[in-house]
């Protein structure tokens, strides 16, 4: 009995977690990938360019995307083009998507992954820094979305915005960049509503990140815990948009967290004040 209920659990659990992703849909495909310099966005660059998609990179240093570029090339990517932006300023997201217009004619895939530079440190009051920070990571986000949606409109694309598990859970040290990730939760969830009410087949796919190891995360937290590679979860994100998945987990544990979240804010806080080794006053 034991063994049949557990090949009964195991059959009920890859069917949800069977992997649907074709990789025939992406090729071809017009994409739009902010923060593709480096990182995460560098390694979606890649894979993409494997598919055999046609790209426009963006994001603020040209000598970067010139090698990048270079790369998605020699890894078959059909067409690929760079834009260098800095998405601090307002008139960047129209001129970047205007150019992807411009040089695909069209786009399937607009993959917002872009950051700006936050201090790992306590909260000092620096409301400018803040500001500034919501500009880059959040309203830029929604600037370049609404340029895009009616061109995503006609092509029955996705939208997939990544964001992190700070986005979900508050954990000490992230004040600003947590809160510009809980922004673009609340904000695609509430415009993928809207969106389905308007029988317009734009997905959107929110991606909730683990601890990351790209040069910039690891230099920031100094973390002692394991940090999942960059590829990995660059593959994890494409597929996610690929396949019209509402919410994109990496690593897929994190899924249980955010449902355990709210069910046990206790416990939860609990654990967060032994991992940064403090007590409540
Ligand atoms: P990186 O710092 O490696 O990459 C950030 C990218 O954004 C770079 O291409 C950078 O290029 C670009 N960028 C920075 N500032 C600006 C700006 N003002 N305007 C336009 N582009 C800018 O970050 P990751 O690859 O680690 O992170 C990618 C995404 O994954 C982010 O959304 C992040 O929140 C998320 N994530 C990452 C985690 C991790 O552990 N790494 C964990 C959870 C989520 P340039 O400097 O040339 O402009």
Redesign the pocket.
Known sequence: KTLCAAGIIAGLLAFFWRDTFNPDSISGARVLL?????????QMAYHYSRFGAEIVL????GT??QKVMEKCLQLGAKKVFYIQ????SPQ?PEKVVQFALQKLGGLDHLVL?????TPFRMWDGDVEHTRWLMQ?NFL?YVALASAALPILAESKGSLVV?????GKISTPFTTS?SAT?FALDGFFSSLRHELAMQKQDVCITLCI????D????LEKTRCVCA?YP?AEAALAIIKGGATRAREVFYPWWLELLCCLRDWFPDQRDGVIQSFYNYTSA
């Open positions: 902010t923060g593709a310099s480096t990182g995460i966005g560098e963006t994001a603020r240093r970067l995307l932006a800095d998405m601090s960047a992954n872009h950051i700006g530079g880059v830029s990544v964001s992190s598990l700070t960049y990730k990140l683990g601890l990351i790209t040069e910039m995360a940090a960059a």
